[in-house]
């Protein structure tokens, strides 16, 4: 695979290349190629879905659309939102784009490391991006009441938090964003990126979407393609109150939304049940591909709510050197972050994949890292069943100051996910049943 690769691209770069610019670089690596680069859901959509969109494929390729106002109010009956609250884009990073364009005027405060369209996007048109730097030493952890205080020393008129954040997938309980919220009320802005809240398990109810649809400044942002599993799809969405809500909406286009964007929507109703499954499978291929990085000698791994891992690499080995060799001689994509604001090359960050998949990255680490030499998957002992947890406590109605009674960044089992006990969190704002 060596030399068919634009390296100098790979390593310029803000953002990882496709997988598909990757196959079409070596076809013959295509097949074998496993993708721990890109997050998504290995087990959504099932396969009857591909089916569906296989038999339709002409019809959705010679035909155009439906509007975004029929497709989002499809999306809201699903989920049980008020349509004036929600708009649609051409996936998550079209909303980042047009938020900062028509909400953030001057500044915006956001932790580092993050997603890097939220530091690249404003820095783009103008704006003073303040960065206050999360710590490695406090595994990346965000201190609600240090971050308060760096905005208002640097006087940002906009605040963005990443929940859970990537690269670390680091969590902030549902009560603790609240607060945010509560102590930001003055700001123009406060930004809430829920794109892979769908996958957290530490407490039941973990979106804000609720409290954005009802507060004076904030934006709540999901993704469907991540959690879907369906990146090339691109689609996602925000929740704010009607004005906010309505001054986006009204800068879109009327078709940013493609044919095959609204036939997964009208699907999703049906594939409720299998989506919620695949949460639950994810969450244990997650605790068990930690468990089984935890063995390889020298990885730190720090513990995640979304469905990717941190890895920070022994010391004197380089991401770029992992990366490039993982890909040559094992056909394993990884993410080497050492392009990411607050990161260095010693840090990667790996997509859950299932267990047979994992093994393989096992074995070419080892390989890699120490010069096994040995391509045979290493054999890997599966982690000790997760341990029950209390039934957690929480709040039935936001903002009344119930919280979780359990750590959410401890190593518990998934909370069961079932239609009654808990809808799409991303959508649905998170909020419990009527009691």
């Known amino acids: ?202 407490e039941p109810y973990a979106s804000v979407a609720g409290e954005a649809a009802i507060r004076p400044n904030v934006v709540v942002l999901k993704s469907l393609g991540k959690n879907f599993g369906l990146h090339g799809v691109r689609f996602g969405y925000m929740v704010a109150n009607p004005a906010l809500a309505a001054r986006v909406r009204g800068a879109l286009p009327t078709w940013n939304l493609n044919s095959f964007a609204e036939t997964v929507v009208f699907m999703t109703r049906r594939y409720l049940p299998e989506y919620l499954e695949s949460l639950r499978l994810l969450a244990l291929d997650r605790e068990s591909m930690h468990y089984q990085l935890t063995r390889v000698p020298g990885l730190t791994v720090f513990p995640s709510q979304g469905n990717f891992l941190l890895v920070r690499l022994p010391m004197g080995r380089d991401g770029v050197t992992l990366r490039d060799r993982l890909l040559d001689e094992h056909g394993l994509f990884v993410r080497e972050c050492g392009n990411k604001l607050g990161m260095t090359g010693q840090f990667v960050r790996l997509a859950v994949r299932p267990e047979g998949e994992v093994r393989r990255l096992v074995s070419g680490l080892y390989a890699v890292l120490y010069e096994s030499g040995d391509r045979t998957p290493v054999p890997v002992p599966l982690p000790p069943p997760p341990q029950p947890i209390p039934t957690p406590l929480y709040d039935p109605l936001p903002g009344n100051g119930q919280v979780s009674q359990y750590d959410p960044m401890a190593t518990v089992a998934p909370v069961p996910l079932y239609e009654g006990d808990r809808r799409f969190d991303m959508l649905s704002g998170g909020l419990p049943p009527s009691p």
Not at 85 to 95: D, I, K, P, Q, R
Not at 117 to 130: A, H, I, N
């Open 1 to 202: 695979m060596a030399g068919s690769i634009d390296r100098g691209r790979m390593h310029a770069a803000a953002h990882s290349p496709s997988v598909l610019s990757l196959m079409r670089a070596v076809p013959e690596r295509s097949a074998d190629l496993v993708d721990f680069c890109v997050p998504g859901n290995p087990y959504f959509p099932p396969p009857e879905v591909f089916g569906i969109l296989e038999r339709d494929l002409a019809a959705l390729l010679r035909f155009r659309p439906s509007d975004a106002d029929t497709i989002t109010a499809e999306l809201c009956g699903v989920l049980g939102l008020n349509p004036q609250t929600v708009v649609m884009g051409n996936g998550s990073t079209e909303l980042i784009t047009w938020i900062d364009h028509l909400l953030v005027r001057e500044s915006l405060a956001i932790p580092i490391p993050t997603f890097g369209r939220w530091t690249d996007q404003p820095l783009e048109t103008g704006k003073r991006v303040d960065m206050y730097p999360l710590q490695e030493s406090q595994g990346f952890a965000l201190d609600v009441n240090a971050f308060v205080n760096f905005v208002r020393q640097r006087g940002s008129r906009v605040a963005v938090v990443c929940n859970p954040n990537n690269p670390d997938g680091g969590y902030l309980r549902r009560h603790e964003v609240i607060a945010l919220l509560d102590r930001l009320v003055d700001l123009d802005l406060v930004v809430v990126d829920e794109s892979f809240i769908d996958f957290v398990d530490a």
